[in-house]
């Protein structure tokens, strides 16, 4: 691992200069290169262009090609897509002509340790006391969750908050495209895919890997990104036994999040009637987390959903526990606003009445008008 991070950072002095001193301001979370000429980074979740640039296409495609040899990759003419995990922990995509008509297009997200507790994310204003105790809650009764979000909107920092809230004396098995969750807990165990070689052997997909975890005793299965017929392989591990189950999905609301687990299921080979997974996706899921980036650079959790089955029409049962207020525009150009209770009662309360949780019901009411 020290040899090829070596040889990484050997590559950046060599080849990607002009980008150096982004890659070492902590405050940049992602570098965006749109052809030789044009360099973009996000700070403070927002976009600003760089004076910064590359010599010409050539000095840029041979930045690209060091970097892809040195994380054992390849990009040309037949493979004119790389997407990689660094030795460092950031990732990497980049697309090259003629795929790309600006030219050689990079991005490479930083990886970052920050651990962001329960109590930052509340003083960031991304969500509230209430909704972060309800989802400790959720945590400690083991509810199946799906984080759901756009991309960059903080779904991976939320994920690894909510497993670093599980109950102690677990056993976590994690499963990622490319490693980057950070998870503060004492017993994990973590899986990442491999990619075909050159001769399209050696795959390893997270279907796979979501197999083998069923069969190595897990108490909490996390799949960093459901994207594919592994969704459901995830149904099916929370169906029969497997609380406390936990992924992310693109989508842009909770109901958006769960007919597209639907989706991704339905691409598999399994061999069910749309009815059927309906009612196995319904009563997998119990909680849909949504977070979103916001144009004021913030994210926040914008709802927390609970999932209650079918509805009599065959649609998802998906009612909103806390939703986030109407947000207003204050003179400092930041988005004012906060995630309220709906006035609607989990399903589950008794249980936490049974479990002796200080959280009353009178916490879902809905408040009133100032």
Not at 56 to 75: C, H, K, W
Not at 93 to 102: G, H, L
Not at 148 to 168: A, V
Not at 230 to 240: K, R, S
């Amino acid at each position: 691992m020290a040899d090829h991070l070596n040889v990484f950072q050997q590559a950046i002095q060599n080849f990607l200069g002009p980008i150096v001193p982004f890659l070492n301001d902590p405050a940049v979370s992602e570098i965006l290169i749109n052809g030789p000429q044009e360099i973009f980074v996000e700070t403070g979740g927002k976009l600003t262009k760089t004076s910064a640039t590359f010599t010409d296409e050539d000095a840029l495609r041979a930045a690209v090609n060091n970097i892809a040899q040195s994380v054992g990759r390849r990009i040309d003419s037949e493979s004119p897509r790389l997407d990689a995990r660094l030795p460092d922990g950031s990732r990497i995509a980049a697309v090259i002509p003629p795929c790309s008509r600006n030219g050689t297009c990079v991005s490479i997200r930083k990886f970052t340790q920050t651990n962001i507790s329960f109590k930052d994310y509340v003083k960031m204003g991304a969500m509230s006391v209430d909704a972060a105790q309800f989802m400790d809650i959720c945590m400690f009764l083991g509810k199946n969750v799906i984080v759901s979000g756009g991309t960059g909107s903080g779904k991976t920092t939320l994920l690894g908050m909510l497993c670093s809230r599980i109950p102690k004396g677990q056993r976590l098995l994690v499963i990622e495209d490319s490693s980057e969750l950070s998870i503060k807990y004492d017993h994990v165990v973590n899986f990442e895919t491999r990619m075909a070689d050159q001769l399209g052997n050696g795959e390893v997909s997270m279907k796979d890997l979501l197999r083998s975890a069923l069969r190595l005793r897990p108490d909490r299965i996390i799949v960093g990104e459901v994207r594919s017929a592994e969704a459901m392989e995830l149904v099916n591990a929370m169906n029969t036994g497997h609380k406390g189950c936990l992924g992310t999905v693109h989508a842009n609301s909770p109901q958006d999040a769960i007919v597209r687990l639907e989706s991704l299921a339905q691409s598999g080979d399994a061999k069910i009637s749309e009815k059927s997974l309906r009612h196995q996706v319904g009563s997998a899921i119990d909680i849909i987390i949504q977070v979103s980036r916001y144009s004021d650079g913030s994210r926040r959790v914008a709802s927390i959903a609970e999932v209650r089955g079918s509805n009599a029409d065959g649609t998802y049962a998906v009612h909103p526990i806390y939703e986030i207020s109407r947000l207003v525009r204050g003179a400092d150009g930041k988005l004012q606003g906060r995630l309220e209770a709906t006035g609607e009662v989990p399903g589950f309360m008794q249980e936490i009445i049974d479990n002796n949780l200080p959280f009353p019901s009178a916490k879902f009411q809905k408040p009133t008008a100032a």
